[in-house]
């Protein structure tokens, strides 16, 4: 038998939920990377905006996407906000790292049948503190976008209880 290809095409409840799990994290660390490009970009794009009547609808074009398409690395994007350097660069850090970890490195290994995995609610341990830190630095971002919008942040989104209600979400079984 070949071990290069996907052969274990097996459907189990149980594997449904790990890699429901994963999904959902996915989600987490989209949204991460795509807050922190977008407050990043915010001023550009605001100044842009401000331009729009003194500037041709092509010049208006060409500046948006401009500003747009930059930053699309997530480290330089992190460490170009000003708050990084007043003391957001742990959390901010931190949830960078953990980032890429869930991305890049805690599947490896997963496409193999899950039912053989040894020590799978240590590992989903070890994957809900990367996730936790995840939630941490989504909210410096929320926080930091919301500031620029001039909204208010209710004290919800500061508590454990909303942290505690996102990772619910990620790991929580689903029984119907």
Request: glycine share 4%; charged share 25%; hydrophobic share 40%.
């Amino acid at each position: 038998m070949n071990t290069a290809f996907q052969t274990d095409f097996e459907r189990t409840g149980f594997t449904d939920e790990i890699y429901g799990v994963f999904g959902r994290i996915l989600i987490l660390t989209s949204r991460f990377d795509s807050a922190c490009k977008t407050l990043v970009k915010l001023p550009a794009i605001k100044a842009t905006v401000s331009l729009k009547s003194i500037i041709t609808d092509e010049e208006f074009k060409q500046l948006l996407n401009q500003n747009l398409s930059s930053f699309k690395n997530l480290n330089r994007a992190i460490q170009s906000l000003p708050e990084y350097k007043l003391g957001a660069d742990k959390v901010l850090d931190k949830a960078r790292d953990s980032r890429n970890e869930l991305i890049h490195s805690a599947a490896l290994g997963m496409d193999r049948s899950l039912d053989d995995f040894d020590n799978i609610d240590k590992f989903m341990q070890v994957i809900a503190g990367f996730v936790r830190e995840l939630i941490r630095g989504d909210v410096v971002i929320s926080c930091l976008i919301s500031l620029s919008n001039k909204e208010d942040i209710p004290s919800y989104f500061l508590s454990k209880e909303y942290e505690n209600s996102i990772l619910k979400w990620v790991f929580q079984r689903f029984e119907t």
